[in-house]
């Protein structure tokens, strides 16, 4: 089992960037494919991106490509989220989750655990 801690969201103007943090305690955190989903009020969880346990394999969204990036430190346990050009749209609670299968997965269904989330309010 893998308990998981997001930090590092808060309010930031459009164009902005963050960097929030997810950090893993509990089983080996390298045997695990870790992803980022959001959701926003009234909205659906949705995928955001994932990477995969050497951190070599990463995978996005198309509403974040090319502006987020996915990254994990496993000395560290820990996996990185950073959002530049943030758009209003991008404001929801982000979350992130471990999977211990491997392969792209972009359901939340998916993924094993789950940290309580962090809130990211961009604003215009």
């Known amino acids: 089992q893998v308990q998981l801690v997001e930090s590092g969201g808060g309010l930031v103007q459009a164009g902005g960037s963050l960097r929030l943090s997810c950090a893993a305690s509990?089983?080996?955190?390298?045997?695990?494919?870790m992803g980022w989903f959001r959701q926003a009020p009234g909205k659906e969880r949705e995928f955001v991106t994932r990477?995969?346990?050497?951190?070599?394999?990463?995978y996005y969204a198309d509403s974040v490509k090319g502006r987020f990036t996915i990254s994990r430190d496993n000395a560290k346990k820990t996996v990185y989220l950073q959002m530049n050009s943030l758009k209003p749209e991008d404001t929801a609670f982000y979350y992130c989750?471990?999977?211990?299968?491997?392969?792209?997965?972009?359901?939340?269904?998916?993924?094993?655990?789950w940290g309580q989330g962090t809130q990211v309010t961009v604003s215009s």
């Open positions: 989750a471990a999977r211990s299968i491997g392969g792209v997965a972009t359901m939340a269904v998916y993924y094993d655990y």
């Open positions: 509990g089983r080996t955190f390298n045997s695990y494919n």
């Open positions: 990477i995969s346990r050497s951190g070599i394999s990463t």
